[in-house]
Antibody
Framework: EVQLVESGGGLVQPGGSLRLSCTAS????????MNWVRQAPGKGLEWVSY????????FYADSVRGRFTISRDNAKNSLFLEMNSLRAGDTAVYFC?????????????WGLGVLVTVSS | QSALTQSVSVSGSPGQSITISCTGTSSDVGGYDYVSWYQQHPGKAPKLMIF???NRPSGVSNRFSGSKSGNTASLTISGLQAEDEADYYC??????????FGGGTKLTVL
């Protein structure tokens, strides 16, 4: 069974940093492109970042480029999101999502999400 | 403001059909067949319902169908059931932004 479990969320002050992790199981993690998608409270979904299976291709949304860094450790079946210079607008549930092997631009499995709150 | 435009809400009675639209531009919806649709129940993770405009993943009911015309994609749900009540989001590959979502449509089953 495919499982994606996010961790590392919490309360952080504006300007602070946080590192999210996503631990994968039930599939060959190293074969799949992975993504982070976030959802502000009561709002819609926003794609955040994309990393290819070998980490050779990385994309970011304009809203986080230069502040967030996506990475992965295929040996540990783990995906990461390093978030710096956090702002109130970054407050959201962050989902780890797997791209399908048939196409990178849709997500066939999602984690349950982890809440990041940026507030003083 | 979301890159793709969806109506805020739609409603229908059990057994009826409803259609949710998703309007973009030639840089996203209109330019590529990479439109997907997700269903999200409150407090839950999104679930993929349609990919590549009109394809259903294994396990998704054939009551769900997708289409596209020009810059507008559509999700149709036929034979509405109570469990279909949820938020629905479209997304598309975007030449400018890689991937964009719509603002979401709240479906109410009356």
């Amino acid at each position: 069974e495919v499982q994606l479990v996010e961790s590392g969320g919490g309360l952080v002050q504006p300007g602070g940093s946080l590192r999210l992790s996503c631990t994968a199981s039930g599939f060959t993690f190293s074969s799949y492109t992975m993504n982070w998608v976030r959802q502000a409270p009561g709002k819609g979904l926003e794609w955040v970042s994309y990393i290819s299976s070998s980490s050779s291709t990385i994309f970011y949304a304009d809203s986080v480029r230069g502040r967030f860094t996506i990475s992965r450790d295929n040996a540990k079946n783990s995906l990461f999101l390093e978030m710096n210079s956090l702002r109130a607008g970054d407050t959201a549930v962050y989902f780890c999502a797997r791209s399908s092997l048939r196409g990178s631009y849709y997500f066939d499995y999602w984690g349950l999400g982890v809440l990041v709150t940026v507030s003083s | 403001q979301s890159a793709l435009t969806q109506s805020v809400s739609v409603s229908g009675s059990p057994g009826q059909s409803i259609t949710i639209s998703c309007t973009g531009t030639s840089s996203d919806v209109g330019g590529y067949d990479y439109v997907s649709w997700y269903q999200q129940h409150p407090g839950k993770a999104p679930k993929l319902m349609i990919f590549d405009v009109s394809n259903r993943p294994s396990g998704v009911s054939n009551r769900f169908s997708g289409s596209k015309s020009g810059n507008t994609a559509s999700l149709t749900i036929s034979g509405l059931q109570a469990e279909d009540e949820a938020d629905y989001y479209c997304s598309s590959y975007s030449r400018r932004s890689i991937l964009v979502f719509g603002g979401g449509t709240k479906l109410t089953v009356l």
